[in-house]
């Protein structure tokens, strides 16, 4: 895998496991309420936070695909490849349902990784 690719997906990877240590381990914080545009109250509500952190799970699942295929699995390029696409879907997915400022915090990067990925194939 070139460079240039394996740099931006790790950097997709991190902001995804910021996402899950926001999720999982800092519901409640203010930088929980900044990222996400949620206020405490509603981010107190134990459901709540049951369902973001179970999010914040899945967000790990995405960041541990893409450094598994950048660094050990055999076809890396085509295990990055996947991992980046259901990242650019959940984003796409999450601006429209949710957030259009998810579309633009975790699709921008990871679009730029998939193209950048196309490029140096």
């Not at 690719?5 to 902001?15: D, G, N, R, S, Y």
Request: with cysteine.
């Amino acid at each position: 895998m070139h460079i240039i690719p394996l740099i931006l997906a790790v950097i997709v990877a991190i902001e995804h496991y910021y996402i899950l240590y926001l999720e999982m381990f800092q519901t409640t914080s203010p930088a929980a309420q900044r990222s996400f545009g949620l206020d405490k109250e509603f981010l107190d509500d134990p459901r709540v936070q049951t369902l973001f952190k179970n999010q914040g799970l899945y967000n790990g699942f995405l960041a541990t695909g893409i450094l598994w295929g950048a660094f050990f699995a055999v076809n890396s390029w085509s295990v990055v490849m996947f991992f980046i696409i259901c990242v650019v879907v959940a984003a796409v997915y999450g601006g429209l349902t949710s957030s259009k400022s998810i579309l633009i915090k975790q699709g921008i990067p990871a679009i730029i990784t998939l193209v950048t990925l196309l490029i140096f194939r």
